[in-house]
């Protein structure tokens, strides 16, 4: 099976190609431009590079949320037009598994976290392996908040904070845990367009058509939340 995995969600613009099994390709971008000017050149050159033609394809998958609001509806509506155009069936993939995917850590809690703005993070904790086992679903919390779940399911283990949050929230999560956090380095610390892949062979049964895939939100984009307030204040 041929699989084309994109990702959109964060600041890291992905694709992979899956052929037979094995990473054929994996490509990623963190530039001035877009990802919705990125996204179909990279595209291209990934089935470019690994000698595959669009209609070789036979499943298409991409990172559903949590993320950046616009960034993943770039993601979703990229592969529904193309797996409706190919008629073939697309997969959604966790960013929050798809990101401890990524991290080859076992004496560790991998705990995936995303700035989701506001004061909050989008995160999750995992147990290391492929695919990562769950011990804490995904959700949108102030820092010290979800730290306090992540430790309550550590068993004592370490704290392995990959995600763009890391960036904004280093030295908050160092101000509380001490030497009990730990960060991996630059190569395990963006979510891999290949462990999209992965995820998505995983779980090919679960695919579904162009139609049912949809982008996942922790909470309702800002001007939503902005209406709603000032609705509530109106009232």
């Known amino acids: 099976m041929n699989i084309l995995a994109?990702?959109?969600?964060?600041?890291?613009?992905?694709?992979a190609v899956m052929r037979d099994g094995e990473i054929a390709?994996?490509?990623a971008a963190v530039n001035?431009?877009?990802h919705s000017v990125n996204l179909m050149p990279m595209v291209e050159e990934a089935l470019g590079r690994a000698g595959l033609d669009v209609s070789e394809i036979d499943l298409y998958a991409c990172v559903t949320g949590p993320g950046s609001f616009t960034g993943v509806r770039i993601g979703v509506s990229a592969v529904k037009g193309m797996?409706?155009?190919?008629?073939?069936?697309?997969?959604?993939?966790?960013?929050?598994?798809a990101l401890a995917s990524g991290v080859c850590m076992a004496d560790a809690l991998l705990c995936p976290i995303q700035d989701a703005r506001a004061g909050q993070?989008?995160?999750?904790?995992?147990?290391?392996?492929?695919?990562?086992?769950?011990?804490?679903?995904?959700?949108?919390?102030?820092?010290p908040a979800f730290i306090e779940k992540a430790l309550a399911v550590a068993d004592g283990k370490k704290l392995c904070f990959v995600g763009d949050g890391v960036k904004t929230y280093r030295k908050a999560i160092v101000d509380i845990l001490g030497?009990?956090?730990?960060?991996?380095?630059a190569h395990m610390s963006y979510l891999r367009p290949a462990s999209?892949?992965?995820?998505?062979?995983?779980?090919?049964?679960?695919?579904?058509?162009?139609?049912t895939l949809m982008p996942v939100y922790l909470r309702a984009p800002q001007a939503e939340r902005e209406r709603a307030r000032k609705l509530g204040g109106n009232a």
């Open 196 to 211: 999209v892949a992965l995820l998505a062979n995983e779980r090919s049964a679960d695919a579904v058509d162009y139609l």
């Open 83 to 97: 797996a409706h155009g190919a008629e073939k069936p697309c997969i959604g993939v966790d960013a929050l598994e």
């Open 25 to 27: 390709y994996e490509g």
């Open 179 to 185: 030497d009990r956090a730990v960060f991996p380095t």
């Open 32 to 34: 001035r431009l877009t």
């Open 121 to 143: 993070v989008y995160g999750a904790a995992f147990l290391p392996g492929m695919p990562p086992v769950r011990v804490l679903d995904n959700m949108a919390e102030k820092l």
């Open 6 to 15: 994109i990702d959109t969600s964060g600041p890291v613009a992905g694709v």
